[in-house]
């Protein structure tokens, strides 16, 4: 089974820029990757998702800041967060978009948006 492990999350002010990395074990050339967030007390939900061949959607609370994209050599996907807010803080999730129930989840990178 393919392993997704989650990086470059961490402590910005309001206002401020983070780019997270999920890296992929095998390839994802064929799958629709997404990224979700969950944090203290709240429930799971989805930011964004790009297709095999890089269309992209988003949850109303990111769109216009935050940008989902691919690279499918690197088998890497990437969420590119700007204009980051208190309520972005959260532990940021990759996953493939239509396996989330079979495969679980994985340790997640924390983002934390300072008041």
């Known amino acids: 089974q393919v392993q997704l492990v989650e990086s470059g999350g961490g402590l910005v002010q309001p206002g401020g820029s983070l780019r997270l990395s999920c890296v992929a074990s095998?390839?994802?050339?064929?799958?629709?990757m997404g990224w979700y967030r969950q944090a203290p007390g709240k429930q799971r939900e989805w930011v964004a998702a790009i297709t095999s061949t890089g269309n992209t959607n988003y949850a109303d609370s990111v769109k216009g800041r935050f940008t989902i994209s691919r690279d499918n050599a690197k088998n890497t996907v990437y969420l590119q967060m700007n204009s980051l807010k208190p309520e972005d803080t959260a532990v940021y999730y990759c996953?493939?978009?239509?396996?989330?129930?079979?495969?679980?989840w994985g340790q997640g990178t924390q983002v934390t948006v300072s008041s």
């Open positions: 996953n493939f978009f239509l396996s989330v129930q079979m495969r679980g």
């Open positions: 095998g390839t994802i050339t064929i799958n629709i």
